[in-house]
DNA sequence: ATTAGCACTCGACCTCTCTGAGTGCTAAAA
DNA sequence: TTTTAGCACTCAGAGAGGTCGAGTGCTAAT
């Protein structure tokens, strides 16, 4: 199909018509709409259209249609055609009232980053942060409530804190705790989750003299926190966004996809940015038979920690990728800065129970 | 319209017919169906449906069609046809299975709850957990990590404990942070969020000769704790199955209803359960516009402490009622012995980063 | 009180036609 | 050689009309 030879200024500039009266009104494009932005007549537009067709970078939906970008077309205007999107005053002061709230756990704040870019580009977003290397815990703090009481407090070589309220049948002291303290810290740490193992485990106990399976809880918990720190979660806003957007009036349509977005996993698997700072995926260059007709628009920041964090859209091949990734890449660039500059030590924590 | 006197028992046969055909079918019943199940021909059926409908409980679409349920004609059904769903052992012992998760966080654990109701039921799903007084901090702890870094942890009357990674510019010294955290018990606990002051804090400042803004940056940790505590959030899965429900087929329709459950605190307001242990809302029974014509079903646990949750799910007002309601409340009740039950002092809580 | 019978209603579905936007091709103009 | 005007052609979509059948209400017989 495509071939490398450069196309016309002419050809250029149809094609460009074409994408973007198609991406404002999702309907096909005719001959004389485009001829009319251009010094030629409908008939030399309809020869190059057909051209174009012939490059498969236009197709009709059906004879006597005007024709639509195909997927390679909407390619060829990202990559060469598209011009910049300039965010206006307005916007960026939006993301930057936006972004600045007082929310520091992280969790939330990708959250609600999340849910801006989903507001702003009334798509579907989600949005992750992920650590390439595996944690591991680097210090435990035992906290004395009362009698039964203690805190757990662990923390990670990704500088993660946790803690855990842990409430025992029998009465522990002060001593005991202080000792269960020092053992964990010689043992239990600079080590990954599978190293620590029943046996372990129960050598430990023994060698503690413990019977209150103090041991084993706390080695629960280490076991959990290591785990949870492994496990990157995406979160998703704004799903019902998707049906604000014709091509996914076909409700079954609509369906799969929004269901393959509240998977959460499976949103881990898309492309990344790699050496760019916003990556665009058009229709059937993804690999995932449910975002075949669909676009995804990424855009990384940098957490530091060698953290990664991602936020993209998801939407219909007929998509203002323009507009679309000026607003990520901000918001990207400016959940960065919150995360790792500004005011850098400030996220935190939470939680629970009794 | 809905008068007082008791309905024949033909015409309960008859409206109890038309309620669980329209469930299951999703089409207008009509009186040779009815007829179907019951000793008297099409004609009485006819002669008695003509009189429900005169009495509100059932409606036809057009002349001509069947009859559907009005919303008091579910009202009824519910109230006093409907007979109790029992769980098939299969369907106990998934929700078990499921529930058994070694999640103890209790963020988690009402995701994933919702989550399963959302699966079981094929509707959109709920969860939430409010505490109905308002937290104070008991306690706080701090850390001595290195010179410029210390881990300030503190709990709350709930028994909720949150951390949080502090990390200078400057150095600091154990015997400091020791200060400040005698100062802190000792003014900083046992108070609301507005009770901490810019004065208070600058008052304290000037009494512990702190330049280094040290506690502005716990008191400010402090409010926020407490805020949070505060805010109940609601978790939403499945959003995507009401598509599944050709009552949705209306995009729009469908649309705005999801858009309403995303919000989060809009279903905190939603109506809980109060003596019964399961709520039913049908149709215009509820409040809110974009709830007109579906129904909700919550069910309620309790978790101790004051504390309590709900688990619900949102639907058609042509919804199987008593399933739907059996499994719900199957959920709550487990969620409710993990909770505060069996492993009571298991729920931990977690995080953040430098 | 129930029921068989019947005329009637009306949405769902099919077919047919008409319309107009948009095409490709051809032949003339530049 | 490129562009353009002109023209015949195509086809989705909207609308009109027709048929079908499920379901009704009413009446008269049981």
Redesign the interface.
């Known amino acids: 199909m495509m071939d490398n030879t450069e196309l016309s200024e002419r050809k250029k500039k149809i094609l460009r018509t074409v994408v973007e009266d198609y991406i404002e009104t999702a309907e096909p494009v005719g001959s004389k709409t485009v001829a009319g932005e251009m010094e030629v007549s409908s008939a030399t537009v309809r020869n190059e259209m057909a051209e174009l067709e012939g490059l498969g970078l236009l197709e009709q939906p059906h004879t006597s249609a005007g024709r639509i970008p195909t997927a390679q077309g909407y390619r060829l205007y990202v990559n060469e055609l598209m011009n910049r999107h300039r965010l206006s005053l307005e916007e960026t002061e939006e993301i930057n009232r936006s972004m600045k709230s007082?929310l520091?756990?992280?969790d939330k704040l990708l959250a609600d980053a999340g849910q801006l870019a989903s507001r702003l580009t009334d798509y579907p977003a989600y949005s992750l942060c992920a650590a390439p290397e595996t944690a591991t815990i680097v210090?435990y703090?035992l906290?004395y409530?009362d009698a039964n009481t203690f805190?757990m407090?662990v923390?990670l070589s990704?500088?993660?804190?946790?803690?855990?309220?842990?409430?025992?049948p029998a009465k522990i002291e002060q001593e005991t705790l202080q000792k269960l303290s020092t053992v964990f810290n010689a043992s239990f740490t600079k080590i990954t989750e599978d190293k620590i193992t029943p046996s372990l485990i129960s050598s430990t106990e023994r060698a503690l003299g413990d019977k209150l399976g103090l041991v084993a809880v706390a080695a629960g918990?280490a076991i959990?926190?290591l785990m949870?720190a492994q496990r990157t979660q995406a979160y998703v806003?704004?799903?019902?966004h998707l049906?604000?957007h014709p091509e996914?009036?076909d409700?079954?349509k609509?369906?799969r996809l929004?269901?393959y977005l509240?998977d959460g996993t499976e949103l881990l698997k898309l492309p990344a940015p790699e050496g760019e700072s916003v990556k665009i995926t058009i229709g059937p260059e993804n690999l995932r038979e449910e975002l075949q007709d669909s676009s995804v628009v990424v855009a990384k920041y940098d957490v530091?920690?060698n953290m990664q964090g991602l936020i993209g859209v998801v939407g219909p091949t007929r998509m203002d990728y323009s507009k679309v990734a000026a607003k990520l890449s901000y918001i990207a660039g400016s959940l960065g800065r919150i995360?790792s500059g500004d005011n850098?030590?400030?996220?935190?924590?939470?939680?629970?129970?009794?």
């Open positions: 007082r520091t756990q992280l210090r703090d906290i409530v805190i407090v923390m990704n500088s993660t804190v946790k803690n855990k309220l842990v409430t025992l918990f959990e926190t949870e806003s704004g799903a019902s049906l604000l996914y009036r409700v079954g609509a369906q929004m269901d509240s530091g920690d995360i850098p030590r400030q996220l935190t924590d939470n939680n629970k129970e009794t």
